[in-house]
């Protein structure tokens, strides 16, 4: 299991959220599906699954929402 920092959350256009973390490993940042949107259709989002995309970084998200601690 991998060590993972929380970046924060973003909102799809198809309605999903995800949540996206870095690696600290690897610095890579993935992204996991937290929430299927009622409205989407991709069965690539599904939820608990990672989405390698580092362009999803440009949806909406909450700074104040981003801190867990
Ligand atoms: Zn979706």
Do not use: D, I, Q
């Amino acid at each position: 299991m991998s060590v993972v920092r929380l970046l924060g959350f973003a909102t799809l256009p198809c309605g999903c959220v995800v949540g996206r973390y870095r690696e600290v490993a690897t610095s890579r940042e993935v992204a996991y599906v937290e929430e299927k949107g009622p409205a989407c259709t991709s069965h690539l989002h599904k939820r608990n699954h990672t989405l390698v995309s580092p362009t999803l970084a440009r949806s909406r998200s909450a700074p104040s929402e981003a801190r867990v601690s």
